[in-house]
Structure formats: C-alpha cells, structure tokens
C-alpha cells in the first residue's frame, strides 16, 4: 500500500501518516482476523477520493459533450459524499469543494457549468498540494491510434483526462502528456461535409498552447475553454 490518507480524525491519527497496513501490531484495539480501525479508515477515504475521481471525470466528459444534465447529475452524486472521521482543519477544503460542484448542478448552460467545473477542479488540486504535494492516480493506456472518427475521439477522450489529471493531481508530467497528445491527433470529418474546421483549429490551438502553459490558475482556464470547444463541435453536430 501506498502513503496513507492524512486527513482522519480517529483513534491513532497521530500515526496516520504511516501505512497503516504494514503496522497491525501498533493497533491494539484490532481485532483478530479484521483491519485495524484506522487502517478501514484509510481505506474508506481512499474509496470516497475514487469516488470523487469518477464523478468530476464523468463531469468534465458529459460537458465535453455538451450533455448539460449529464455533467449537473454527476456534479450532484460529488455533492453527496460524506466525510464524518475526516479532521476538522480539513472540513472547509471539503465545504469548498461541495459548493463548487453545487454551482456545476445549478450551471444555465455548457459555459457555465465548463467554469464552474475547472473551479472544482482547482480545489481538488489545491487541497492534495496542501497536504501532500500531490495525489496520483492510475491511468489507462492510451488507445490506439485510429483512422476512424470514433477512434480519433476516444484518442481526443483519453488527451482531455490526462490534462484534467493534471490540474486534479496536480501533476505537470500528466498536463504535459495530454497536451502533447491532443496537440498532434487529426480529425477527420470530412464526409460530414460540415464546416467544422473552426473547431478542429480552435482544440489543436489551445492544445499547443497548454504544452507550454505554466502551473495556475491559467491552465485551469484554458481547460475549461478547452472543453467549451469539445462541447461546440458537438453541439454543432447534433443540432444540425
Ligand atoms: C481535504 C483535502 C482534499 C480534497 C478537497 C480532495 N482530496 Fe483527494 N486526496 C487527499 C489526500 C490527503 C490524498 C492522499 C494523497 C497521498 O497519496 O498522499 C488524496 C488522494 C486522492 C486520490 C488517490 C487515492 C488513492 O488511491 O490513494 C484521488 C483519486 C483523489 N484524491 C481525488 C480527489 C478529487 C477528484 C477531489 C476533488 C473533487 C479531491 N480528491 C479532493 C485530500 C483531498
Ligand atoms: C471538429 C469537431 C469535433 C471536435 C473539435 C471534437 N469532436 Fe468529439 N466527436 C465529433 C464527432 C463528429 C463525433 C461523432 C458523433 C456522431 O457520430 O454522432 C464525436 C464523438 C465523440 C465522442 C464519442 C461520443 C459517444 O457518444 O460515444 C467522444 C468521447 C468525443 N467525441 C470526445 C471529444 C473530446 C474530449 C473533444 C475535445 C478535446 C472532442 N471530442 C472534440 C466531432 C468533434
């Protein structure tokens, strides 16, 4: 196992920063047979910080899509979780978060919510650099390069979360890694005989940009017009 969550208000919290796993003999309240108290804490933090994980990647795809319910009922299942054994010093960082993803559900339009979006995405960045320089998460390898438009899109997919990573994270690497990724990938949307090339420059462009974009409150602003480019490219489709 990895570093332990920090953040616990539970018997032996003193020694959270340890991994809690390798140590059942400093539990003497464990019980035979079950995990330490403080070890299925870690464990129930960890879970609901995956949790997060999946409900602001399913916000920032569904504005991509410019599926506004979508990202509001993803924003709502983020509101929902609880933390009752987390340390009081940390309690505001987790009210911030909840109003954030509170502004995503109320969000008017696809503009709106990409805002309210990177603003929630910023707060979990900063809150892991407060804590512990930064949190990682695991990645899927990038699917293959493909001449179709669908594998073109999972591509575009796949670039998009690593930046989003990024900003979450934080983490430069991941940043980098999809902007250089999404910076190179063709769409061909010929046969659609749509003129779509405006969005096709408009999300190559902002991905050049974003490889050189320095840490801040810039990156988290370029990616949400990022996804507001994602998100006008489909929307044109749809309402053709
Ligand atoms: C109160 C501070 C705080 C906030 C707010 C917060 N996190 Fe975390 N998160 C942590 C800490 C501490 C860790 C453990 C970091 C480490 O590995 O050292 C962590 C770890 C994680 C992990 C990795 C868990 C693992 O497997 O070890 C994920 C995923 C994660 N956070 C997602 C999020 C997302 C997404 C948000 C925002 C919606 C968020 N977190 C908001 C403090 C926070
Ligand atoms: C130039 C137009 C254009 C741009 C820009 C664009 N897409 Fe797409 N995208 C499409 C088209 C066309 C489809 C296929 C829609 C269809 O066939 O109905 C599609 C489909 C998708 C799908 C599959 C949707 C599904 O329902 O399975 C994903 C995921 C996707 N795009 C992600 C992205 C992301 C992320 C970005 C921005 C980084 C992006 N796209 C930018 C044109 C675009």
């Known amino acids: 196992m990895k570093k332990a969550i920090v953040l616990l208000a539970c018997a032996g919290c003193s020694n959270a920063s340890a991994p809690a796993s390798r140590h059942p003999e400093a539990q003497p309240e464990a019980r035979p047979g079950s995990a330490s108290p403080l070890a299925e804490a870690v464990k129930d933090e960890r879970d609901r910080m995956h949790q997060r994980l999946n409900a602001i990647r399913g916000i920032s795809n569904a504005i991509a899509l410019s599926d506004l319910p979508k990202a509001q009922s993803e924003a709502k299942t983020l509101v929902a979780i609880e933390d009752p054994a987390v340390l009081p010093q940390w309690q505001p960082f987790l009210a ?113 940009t974003a490889v050189n974009k320095p840490a801040g409150d810039g990156r988290s602003a370029l990616f949400g017009e990022l996804l507001n480019a994602c998100a006008g490219c489909h929307s044109v489709i749809r309402d053709r």
Not at 131 to 148: C, I, L, R, W, Y
Not at 165 to 182: I, K
Not at 189 to 196: D, H, I, N, P, S
Request: proline share 4%; with cysteine.
């Open 96 to 208: 911030r978060i909840r109003i954030a993803a509170i502004d995503v559900v109320q969000a008017k339009d696809i503009a709106a919510a990409s805002t309210s979006a990177v603003a929630l995405g910023a707060l979990c960045g900063s809150c892991h650099q407060t804590v512990s320089g930064h949190a990682s998460f695991a990645v899927d390898e990038p699917p293959p390069a493909g001449k179709t438009l669908a594998d073109q899109m999972l591509s575009h997919q796949w670039a998009a979360a690593r930046m989003w990573d990024g900003l979450l994270g934080p983490s430069d690497e991941r940043w980098v890694q999809g902007a250089q990724a999404l910076s190179t990938i063709h769409i061909d949307v010929a046969e659609r005989k749509l003129t779509l090339e405006v969005w096709t420059n408009r999300v190559r462009e902002l991905a050049k």
